[in-house]
């Protein structure tokens, strides 16, 4: 059995987020980090050593099976077995702690990890497993040492930093986090999750065209992630940039078209940049993925407006109002197009029920932005 199949558990977790997406909030800093030199230096050839001594155990053996079979539950048995014959053996021990992480076992898991600490100061991968458990389990404070001493140890590696972000943001820490994230992505900056992580850390602390130039990297580096274009258009939107949301949305289109939020949206920016002919078409394959958005009726009769396609505009906003009967907007639209096709009273209709729907102190707003 080859070294690092028996460590598989443990890499991997460096390359994979294990850590949940919550921000539960907390109003209090916590204990500052230890400093470097209260640890001892890596210690590279016990590790190999450790590895080498199970590479031919039956147990080893078992629980690399049990990991490719995907079950956990044997899986954990199996580290079990292994780190209870071998006590005093660090790979052992850490490789426990990781499937441990793996089945949430997060107490036996952190236990482990210190076992492995305790006989090798200097094993990476046990630091970030014990940090790792300490966060699933809640404890992200105490987490943040061990991310910081894998850290230390691998320097190279983005994952204990990526760790260390998503600690901090939940405790609040957001400039901290952003730091983190940052760090990772200066030291590996092809990794597109350091990027995808930068981009939420400054979006917490409102940094937004920080936050728009990590994700665009992101997007970047993987352009053909229709999910990750979409987003990034679709942030753009949020910040009114309808004009550079357009690239994006389109690479995201092109490579999901069945996508009816995509195409939603992308007709949107089309429109908004004055590009009626695309937005029209775009909306209406919208229209067509799904004949229940409403969104995409109203921005269509807009479009259509925009045509001079009147009657088909009055088409697209009726059925607006009909799937999204309490928005404003759609009557509002619905109104005007009613008053130029010359129906007056169903447009004083329209033009009541916009009026009734609007938050109050709405239309003094309107009327002194018409002034």
């Given amino acids: 059995m080859k070294i690092a199949t028996l460590l598989a558990a443990g890499v991997g977790l460096l390359t994979t987020n294990v850590l949940p997406a919550e921000e539960p909030d907390i109003n209090r800093l916590l204990a500052k980090l230890p400093k470097a030199e209260s640890f001892d230096q890596p210690k590279i050839e016990q590790t190999l050593s450790d590895a080498r001594e199970l590479s031919n155990d039956p147990a080893a053996k078992n629980l690399a099976a049990a990991i490719k079979a995907r079950n956990p539950a044997r899986a954990l048995e199996a580290a079990r077995s292994l780190s209870e ?20 076992q997060y107490g036996e898991g952190v236990a482990a990890a210190r076992n492995a600490i305790r006989l090798n100061p200097g094993f990476a991968l046990a630091h970030y497993t014990l940090g790792a458990n300490l966060a699933m389990g809640g404890k992200n404070a105490e987490a943040m040492p061990a991310f910081k001493r894998a850290a230390e140890l691998l320097p190279k590696n983005p994952g204990p930093l990526l760790a260390l972000s998503a600690c901090a ?53 993987v ?3 229709a999910d990750l274009q979409a987003t990034l258009g679709m942030t753009l939107i949020n910040l009114k940039r309808d004009g550079e949301a357009i690239a994006p949305l389109e690479r995201a289109f092109q490579r999901n078209s069945q996508s009816l939020l995509i195409a939603a949206q992308l007709g949107y920016c089309y429109l908004k940049a004055g590009q009626v002919d695309r ?35 009055l088409k697209a906003f009726r059925r607006a109002t009909e799937l999204m009967p309490g928005s404003a907007e759609a009557w509002g639209h619905y109104a005007v197009e009613l008053r130029t096709a010359g129906k007056a009273e169903e447009a004083a209709r329209a033009e009541q029920r916009a009026s009734y729907l609007r938050p109050q102190g709405a239309e003094s707003k309107r009327a002194k932005s018409r002034a």
């Fill in 85 to 104: 014959k071998y006590p005093q053996n660090a790979v052992a021990q850490q490789v426990r702690s990781s499937v441990c992480l793996l089945t949430r």
């Fill in 169 to 221: 943001t939940r405790l609040g820490r957001k400039d901290e986090a952003a730091t983190y994230a940052r760090r990772a992505t200066e030291i590996s900056p092809a990794n597109v999750g350091g990027w995808i992580v930068l981009a939420r850390a400054e979006g917490a602390r409102k940094q937004m065209d920080a936050a728009v130039r990590a994700l665009s990297r992101a997007a970047e580096l």
């Fill in 223 to 225: 352009p053909d992630n």
């Fill in 279 to 313: 937005s029209i078409d775009t909306l209406k394959r919208a229209t067509r993925l799904n004949a229940s958005y409403g969104p995409a009726w109203d921005h269509l009769g807009l479009a259509y407006r925009k045509a001079g396609q009147s009657a088909e505009s």
